[in-house]
Structures are given as C-alpha cells and as structure tokens.
C-alpha cells in the first residue's frame, strides 16, 4: 500500500456493503455462512470505525490461516451450560467470535438472574478487534470485560525472550447520556497489527516499543518484526496485567497459553489459537441506583477536570462519519477485496 504522504486514489463503500462483501470473500475462502457472517460484521466494524489495524487489514492473515487448514471455518461451536453464572465454549478449532454468539443469549440471561456470569471460550481463534466483543453488551445495560491472550510477541519485565501475547483487555459499560464508555487496550506497548502497519507505511515506532532479534531497543517496525518482539506497556505493571490475560483467557478456560502452540507446523497460520474470557454484569443488582446515570456523573466530573475525550469517543465519531458518508478505501484495496469475492 502507499505511504500516508503519496496522493492515493479511493472510493467510498457503505457499511452494508462492506460487510456483504467480506462476507462473500470468507464463503468463498472456506468459512460456513454463520461464521463468514459474523466474521464480516466484526471486520467492517473495525473499518467503520477507523480500526484499521483490525479492519480490512487482516483479511490477508484469516485467508492465509483458513488455507493452511490452521482454523477450521466450518467449526460449529459447542455451548455448555455448567453453573448458575458460568458458560464454557469449545470453539471446535474454529473464531472465537462465532463461539462467543452462540453462547450470548445464554451468558446474558444468567447474567440477569444470577447478577454475573461468565463465558470462558477455548480451542479458538482471535484475530480481531476486542471492543466490538464487549460494545453490544453495554448496549443492551450490561457492564462487560473480556481478555484474550495471543501468539507469543512480548518480553516480560525484566526478561530476556518473548513469552506472552499482545494480551488485550476490553471494557464496556453504559452510560445515561451517550454511547457507552468502551476502551481495548493491548497490554503490549503497541499492538502488533500497528507494528505491521509502520513497517508497511516505512515509520518508525516511538522508543520504548520494541526490540530486535538481539534485545536491542529499536524503533524500526521492521526490526520487531524480524525476529524481535513488543514490550509490555508501562513496565512491571503492564507486564503483571499481560500475566493476569494469560491466566484468566488460557488456565481458566482451557485454552492454549501463548506459548502453547506451533504455528509453524502449518505454513501461512496467522492467527492465534488460544481462549477467551468474558465477564458479564448485570449493574443495577449493585447499588440499587441506575448505573447508567452514575456512569454519566463521572463522564461529567471528568469533562469538568479538562478530559475532553472519553474512550471510544474517536471511534464513534468515525461510525457517524462512515455511516452518513461512506467509509473510504483506496482504490486498490477495494479492487484487491472484490477480486478475493470473486476467486
């Protein structure tokens, strides 16, 4: 793709469309309709929403693992109900994210009569986006946090080789005057699909996020991706959180940790074959106070203090955008997209 500073020609595509044709790229690529269909949505809702290290961007990595027979597209999850508040998964080798729809009506209704639930997904894949996983709970009243490990890229605190995932961890939760308050944060420095970005676009990282093959600091993408690995954010600290991910997406729910697995026994695998964990709240079951409105009494003392953004704010100021205008592609993506439909 073209550097941010060429001129690039693109075309503008609405959501609908987008997601329908994805969905069309994941049929003709191996996935079942089920999962092309929930597949596509979460991927366009990244691209909607100026996601775009988990949008269009990794069409390539689920077409290269579907290939390499890594990820079963035709896995049909199995939903175990095995406590008052807990909901186990096996994705069956399959996405994490067709797992996790076939468990919501359930997790949602133990949610609401028990005050909590749990929903621990295993044998499964994540490639995308954490946040679109835990928005439709907020939408529907409901506070949610998910955590999912990943392939083995970071270098603990103090250590001297990679041993965890970018291990990300997600929060929604509703408010009273507006979108929900939702944030996704990797407990790396920087996520890895940001890395792969920089190194395409040629720029460097800011210090602090990487090293190369030798355990050298370096802020060449280039150099972090050949053979070196991310750093945990903040230190210790975010070191501990990615240790906490690691616990609760792969001892608790059976999953792999990200060292449990060998991509390499599948040439073009990408995508992390690991587990899930989402936590479900039902909030009015706490104080006896809307919550909602709650939320929106610190949304208001923090926009009193001077914090202007709230997370997840940028994101859905692009949705309105995209929604009411189209979203942008270049040229060349969306002719490389209509040609993976089509093949």
Not at 7 to 32: C, K, N, Y
Not at 49 to 57: A, K, Q, V
Not at 262 to 272: F, R, V
Request: include cysteine; charged fraction near 20%; glycine fraction near 10%.
């Amino acid at each position: 793709m073209s550097s941010p500073r060429d001129p690039v020609d693109t075309q503008t595509i609405s959501f609908s469309d987008l997601t329908e044709l994805l969905r069309q790229i994941f049929m003709r690529h191996g996935t079942s309709a089920e999962v092309a269909a929930v597949l596509a949505e979460n991927c366009a809702s990244a691209e909607r929403d100026g996601s775009h290290s988990h949008g269009i961007f990794r069409i390539k990595g689920y077409l290269s693992s579907l290939a390499a027979g890594w990820v079963d597209g035709q896995a049909v999850p199995k939903v175990e109900d095995v406590g008052a508040g807990f909901v186990r998964v096996d994705a069956g080798g399959g996405f994490a994210q067709p797992a996790m729809q076939a468990a919501k009506a359930l997790l949602i209704e133990k949610a609401r009569t028990a005050g909590i639930a749990i929903l621990a997904i295993r044998n499964s894949h994540h490639f995308a986006a954490l946040w679109p996983d835990v928005e439709p709970f907020a939408q529907e009243g409901l506070v949610a946090l998910s955590v999912v490990n990943s392939m083995t890229c970071v270098v603990p605190h103090d250590a001297q080789k990679p041993l965890f995932g970018t291990n990300p961890i997600a929060f929604a939760a509703p408010r009273a005057g507006g979108q929900p308050i939702v944030f996704d944060m990797a407990t790396s420095a920087i996520a890895h699909g940001d890395v792969q970005i920089a190194a395409r676009e040629g720029r460097l990282l800011p210090p602090g996020m990487g090293v190369d093959r030798a355990g050298h600091p370096t802020e060449d993408p280039k150099a972090i991706l050949d053979g070196g690995a991310l750093l945990p954010f903040g230190g210790y600290k975010g070191s501990a959180l990615s240790m906490m991910v690691e616990l609760l997406s792969a001892a608790l729910t059976g999953g792999n940790f990200s060292f449990g697995f060998d991509m390499s026994t599948k040439p073009g695998a990408q995508t992390p074959w690991t587990g899930q964990m989402i936590i479900v709240i039902d909030p009015d079951k706490g104080s006896g106070h809307a919550f909602a409105e709650r939320s929106e009494e610190l949304v208001r003392q923090m926009h009193g203090v001077g914090q202007q953004r709230m997370p997840g704010d940028r994101r859905y100021r692009q949705r309105e955008q995209s929604l009411a205008e189209g979203i942008v592609l270049s040229t060349d993506d969306l002719n490389r997209l209509k040609a993976l439909a089509s093949a």
